[in-house]
């Protein structure tokens, strides 16, 4: 479980991150609103390991620090941070990642073997800046999760590509409800979707100190070992490294 208490992040003259909390576990998809791309950003970085906090506490299955939540967490399509050069094909894209995953995990990936087996073939081609939204959605978020060690996605604003929630929302929603692999998935997002019902939080929300005690309790949920389903899921390097 992913837990942020109060999780702030000072800028030059007002706060870049305004304290904000925030719970999700796996199993779950959270999405996290506010209106600045910058504070945006600034959750998704501090939620992710990337950015050190000025205030509050942030933790993964209950170890504080950055080094755990680095180790577990995957950010995706940040922009100004680690969203794909436009001048990259898809291909080249991949063997950058790919190139990035822990050696004890990465064999000997290639990046036409990956494309083939995740059926990405059809975009190799193309510069990142012509994929279609919900492609690049399903391609980088496939990259996040060539990593095996990967529980928690924590994805930067995917609505910025365009108006249509279809381009992200499915997607995520799956990968979050994947029995085979659990993991938790948090989005920033400018505002929520109509009709959204799921987990969500605003950025800069207020907690009063009641509520915040019953943050970060796992609600009598069992967290599968992770050798669990990092077995299951063994597939995700196996056959790609020939």
């Known amino acids: 479980m992913l837990c942020a208490r109060q999780l702030s992040v000072k800028g030059r003259r007002v706060d870049l991150l305004p304290p904000t909390s925030l719970q999700v ?19 998704a970085l501090a939620l992710s390991g990337r950015m050190k906090s000025d205030g509050g506490t942030v933790s993964w299955d209950g ?10 967490s995957a950010l ?8 794909p050069e436009q001048h990259l094909s898809v291909a080249d894209l991949v063997t950058e990642d ?5 050696r ?37 978020t496939a990259l996040a ?26 997607r995520l929603t799956a990968l979050a409800h994947d029995g085979g692999r ?9 505002a929520l979707p109509d009709g959204w019902t799921g987990p969500s939080a605003a950025v800069g929300n207020v907690v009063s100190a009641p509520a ?6 796992h609600n009598g949920r069992k967290t599968p070992p992770k050798s669990d389903y990092l077995d299951k899921n063994s597939s995700l390097t196996d056959g790609v490294a020939k």
């Open 25 to 43: 576990a796996r199993g779950e998809l959270l999405l996290a609103a506010g209106e600045r791309q910058d504070q945006r950003t600034a959750l």
């Open 63 to 72: 170890s504080a620090g950055v080094r755990p939540l680095r180790r577990a």
């Open 76 to 83: 995706v399509d940040s922009p100004g941070v680690n969203e």
């Open 98 to 102: 790919l190139a990035l995953i822990p």
């Open 104 to 140: 004890r995990y990465r064999g000997a990936l290639l990046s036409k073997p990956w494309l083939k087996v995740n059926r990405f073939e059809d975009v190799a081609g193309m510069w990142t800046e012509q994929l279609p939204p919900a492609r690049r959605t399903e391609l980088l």
């Open 145 to 170: 999760l060539a990593n095996p060690g990967t529980d928690l996605l924590v994805v930067d604003s995917p609505d910025r590509h365009g108006a249509d929630t279809a381009d992200w929302l499915p």
């Open 182 to 190: 659990p993991l938790a998935v948090v989005a920033t997002v400018s």
């Open 212 to 217: 915040e005690e019953s943050f970060c309790t």
